[in-house]
């Protein structure tokens, strides 16, 4: 009787890690094929570069984003789950340096060099949005950017879209006191193959020499490659871009500047008596609420800039234990594979 016993534990004991085992298995596949397929159909016809403007002209459900590996700093964890809880159906593929990389040298070879030679990741990350987003289209988040609402229910004139900086930015830091806005690299939504796009890649070279990375590839350039491309009328009513509002997706300001921003409002006689400066002052030169129409809120944590900025020890969490996540590698090697298969006789 206790052999008996004793077998039937040791049965129990084994029938219990078999069906863990197999659910654990079942859980994993289903992930593994979830993720297989939603690279198969999303990028099974971008095996070669391709302007896409005559198939696709709405902006696909995709978000991107980019860290230098895929273990990111478990600070930006809340607004990365903020994305993926926001919009469920949505596909989210997340990239490495490394992988970025191999798309340039894949789709953008001649742009490897220079790419390679910008001083840190600020530079090539903002060049990794461009690419990505004219590539694969979709929304291109920095990993400081909280998602409040759905993006299902922004729906911009057009099928390309540029956040702004806060207008504090573009008044008291970049001193840009024109009426047109001021385009953000932080948060951009496009379709593939979008002219702009292909406007803003191919200009690179002329700005390289700058090593201030707002200047050479981020935002200022950016609103300038913007004014540049309206002023020409280079597009038409497919390549058409919507510059939201500053307070649609960053209403609030880098805290960090706050003293910059005082003694400006301060010292400044033009700006003392203006209404930006007044209100600012008014609110002590800190943040209000987000309003109720805000998308996003950028929290302007130096995780949006790369490892160079995060010390050493800092704690992270790998992307990759999150479900349903499609890696820059997976879609790598599935342009290899496709580039394979289109290749045999």
Request: glycine residues 4%; proline residues 6%.
């Amino acid at each position: 009787m206790h052999l008996f016993t004793k077998r039937g534990k040791l049965c129990l004991c084994w029938t219990v890690t078999v069906l863990v085992l197999y659910f654990w298995g079942a859980h994993y596949l289903t992930q593994k094929s979830n993720v297989d397929n939603q690279i198969k159909t999303v990028f099974e016809d971008d095996s070669q570069p391709k302007d896409k403007s005559t198939t696709l002209t709405v902006m696909p459900h995709i978000i991107h984003q980019m860290w230098s590996f895929y273990d990111i700093p478990r600070t930006a964890l809340p607004w990365v789950t903020s994305w993926r809880k926001k919009h469920p159906s949505w596909k989210y593929c997340f990239w490495n340096s490394k992988d970025v990389e191999q798309l340039i040298a894949k789709r953008w070879p001649w742009l490897l060099a220079l790419y390679k030679s910008y001083p840190d990741e600020s530079f090539r990350l903002n060049i990794a949005k461009y690419i990505i987003l004219y590539n694969f289209g979709g929304i291109f988040p920095d990993l400081d950017i909280e998602c409040r609402k759905p993006m299902d229910l922004f729906i911009p004139q057009s099928s390309c879209f540029l956040s702004q900086e806060p207008t504090v930015h573009r008044v008291l830091l970049y001193h840009w006191y024109t009426t047109s806005g001021m385009s953000s690299s932080a948060l951009m939504g496009c379709r593939p193959g979008h002219p702009f796009f292909k406007f803003v890649i191919e200009k690179l070279t002329d700005t390289a020499y700058i090593l201030n990375s707002d200047e050479s590839t981020g935002s200022i350039m950016l609103h300038k490659r913007y004014l540049k491309y309206m002023s020409e009328q280079r597009h038409s009513h497919k390549g058409l871009i919507t510059l939201a509002n500053p307070d649609t997706f960053q209403p609030s300001f880098n805290i960090g500047y706050a003293s910059l921003f005082t003694h400006t409002c301060q010292t400044n006689s033009h700006l003392n008596s203006s209404q930006l400066c007044q209100e600012l002052s008014r609110h002590h030169f800190i943040n209000l609420h987000p309003p109720p129409g805000a998308f996003t809120d950028r929290k302007w944590e130096r995780t949006s800039q790369g490892a160079r900025y995060i010390p050493e020890g800092f704690l992270t969490t790998n992307i990759q234990t999150l479900d349903n996540v499609i890696t820059g590698a997976e879609i790598i090697a599935r342009m290899n594979q496709i580039q394979k298969e289109t290749d045999r006789p």
